[in-house]
């Protein structure tokens, strides 16, 4: 199963909304889908799990949707820490694990 | 949650091996599964392998069977990265993660920072 996230850079302005798009090369099931934040020099971080529910402690700007083989992370108000790298990840039943490529959210 | 801490990175040549260690002091890493990740220089997260929570079960990606093994120490909260025919392609930064669930899903919850391993003569 591959993974392509779009696009592959985003260039926004604090306070704006994020749209953040992963698809999957064939149908997986929404349980199996998950986004990453990550920094470089930092542990990427855990934001949603099972295409729409959030991690503990991770703000309710970041939300995911699911639809077909398209999911979505929408980060509603960015704030200026929200400024990172942030990958999708599919885990279903067993391994191999896939990610998608990643899309960096830059600062317009 | 305590964040894992990898150590045992390096510069190795081409050929050689090296063992990454994966240490955490929190007791209840122990009953989950534990992941291997990395991120090659200016590419994405690539997943390596897994054990699980026992050691009793092992799975690893295409681009790694056959010369890595992970294994673990559960009586030190250790979990380990033997890395064998080391390639140049095999350079990259080497996160553990820590697989958590619910009833219908499979996610990392908690990473460390990484360590960086660089293949080169």
């Known amino acids: 199963i591959v993974l392509t996230q779009s696009p592959g850079t985003l260039t926004l302005s604090p306070g704006e909304r994020a749209t953040l798009s992963c698809r999957a090369s064939q149908s997986i099931s929404a349980n199996s889908l998950s986004w990453y934040q990550h920094n470089p020099g930092q542990a990427p971080r855990l934001l949603i799990y099972g295409a729409s529910n959030r991690a503990a402690g991770v703000s309710d700007r970041f939300s995911g949707s699911a639809s077909g083989t398209d999911f979505n992370l929408t980060i509603s108000r960015l704030e200026p820490e929200d400024f990172a790298v942030y990958y999708c990840?599919?885990?279903?039943?067993?391994?191999?694990?896939?990610f998608g490529q990643g899309t960096r959210l830059e600062i317009k | 949650q305590v964040q894992p801490v990898e150590s045992g990175g390096g510069v190795v040549q081409p050929g050689r091996s090296l063992r990454l260690s994966c240490a955490t002091s929190e007791f209840a890493f122990i009953n989950y599964a534990t992941h291997w990740v990395r991120q090659a220089p200016g590419r994405g997260l690539e997943w390596v392998g897994v054990?699980?929570?026992?050691?009793?079960?092992?799975s690893s990606s295409d681009s790694v069977k056959g010369r890595f093994t992970i294994s673990r120490d559960n009586s030190q909260n250790t979990v380990s990265l033997q890395m064998s025919s080391l390639r140049v392609e095999d350079t990259a930064v080497y996160f553990c993660?820590?697989?958590?669930?619910?009833?219908?899903?499979?996610?990392?919850?908690?990473w460390g920072r990484g360590t960086l391993v660089t293949v080169s003569s």
């Open positions: 993660a820590k697989e958590s669930h619910t009833l219908l899903s499979k996610f990392f919850d908690l």
């Open positions: 054990i699980s929570y026992d050691g009793t079960y092992t």
């Open positions: 990840q599919q885990y279903g039943d067993s391994p191999p694990i896939t």
